[in-house]
């Protein structure tokens, strides 16, 4: 069941996370299969229309709604993005306290070099 097909042929602002960063597209909402959404950008080169498409699984969506007007996006965006990255930044502290704490260390005492 597609989750997204309310958005069909609007244009939408998406968040979503590439790795550590999140991004932030703006563009038509072209399709969703099921598994993914598909967005769309129209645009004239050269006296060529030429069109491009992008895919972004479900599992990298943070957030998607409506497009709004560049007036407000700004501010929006920085709030979405901040608590995005407080989020991530929660999530990279909790998997370094535990591999602080509950880790095994590889280097043991022989190891290690000594100091001269």
């Not at 042929?9 to 072209?30: E, M, P, Q, W």
């Not at 004239?44 to 943070?62: L, T």
């Not at 700004?74 to 998997?95: E, G």
């Amino acid at each position: 069941m597609a989750r997204y097909s309310d958005f069909l042929n609007r244009k939408v602002h998406v968040l979503y996370r590439a790795g550590d960063v999140i991004l932030s597209a703006s563009a038509t909402f072209a399709a969703d299969s099921g598994r993914s959404i598909f967005l769309e950008q129209r645009s004239e080169q050269r006296g060529k229309a030429r069109s491009f498409r992008w895919e972004i699984p479900y599992q990298y969506i943070v957030r998607i709604q409506d497009f709004v007007e560049v007036d407000t996006r700004a501010s929006i965006l920085f709030d979405d993005l901040s608590q995005a990255v407080a989020a991530a930044d929660s999530q990279k502290s909790r998997a370094h306290a535990v591999g602080a704490f509950g880790g095994a260390s590889f280097l043991s005492s022989a190891t290690r070099a000594k100091a001269i």
